[in-house]
């Protein structure tokens, strides 16, 4: 059930991509004997069929596809096939790294930023947790600084200011909690 459900996620996410795929034209017999050369946007599907169900394999044969297109335009969707690819494989600080790169490429995306926030927490070193300290004052300042015109037409005046405060306040939550394992990390001995 869940390597299914693993699978529709990948579809959807990867779907856009493939639709883009133009059809190959058929070549006459004459033309056939020598190898053509797959298109990014084709070799990126291929690249997703040959890892099947395996979600190790999917992980690998996309790295391999990066670092052959480091500049694809397909990168976001990429990454977070990868970052939902490794969150099944349990590999949260290498999940942590795909999130944080759509990041980087997508800094209005505050659903990813939180995602990384909470990845980057889970890993617990100093250095994640900076950076997702980083992330959380981000996403704080887009809460604070985000206007009336953002809201759905069916939300009141009224209940924006609350959701507002609300998500304001767990950030804050957020953000003390994060400062608070910087300051209890700095306080333990280290081990030699």
Request: hydrophobic share 35%; net charge positive; proline share 7%.
């Given at each position: ?24 034209p058929k070549k006459s017999a004459s033309t056939q004997s020598?190898?053509k050369q797959l298109s990014p946007s084709d070799e990126l ?82 250095a994640a947790l900076h950076r997702a300290l980083n992330y ?57």
């Amino acid at each position: 059930m869940c390597s299914s459900r693993a699978a529709a996620l990948l579809l959807l996410l990867v779907s856009p991509l493939l639709a883009q795929t133009p059809p190959i034209p058929k070549k006459s017999a004459s033309t056939q004997s020598t190898p053509k050369q797959l298109s990014p946007s084709d070799e990126l599907q291929q690249t997703i069929e040959a890892a099947g169900n395996d979600r190790a394999a999917l992980v690998r044969n996309l790295e391999n596809y990066l670092q052959k297109y480091p500049q694809a335009p397909e990168r976001p969707q990429i990454f977070r096939a990868l970052v939902e690819a490794c969150l099944q494989l349990r590999d949260t600080p290498k999940a942590a790294s795909y999130a944080e790169r759509i990041v980087s490429l997508t800094p209005e995306d505050m659903s990813i930023t939180l995602l990384a926030i909470q990845l980057l927490e889970k890993t617990g070193d100093d250095a994640a947790l900076h950076r997702a300290l980083n992330y959380s004052t981000r996403v704080i300042e887009y809460v604070r600084t985000s206007s009336d015109s953002e809201k759905s037409l069916r939300v009141s005046p009224e209940e924006w200011a609350t959701e507002k405060k609300r998500d304001e306040s767990s950030l804050l939550l957020l953000r003390a909690r994060l400062k608070s394992k910087l300051h209890d990390s700095r306080r333990r001995p280290q081990r030699r």
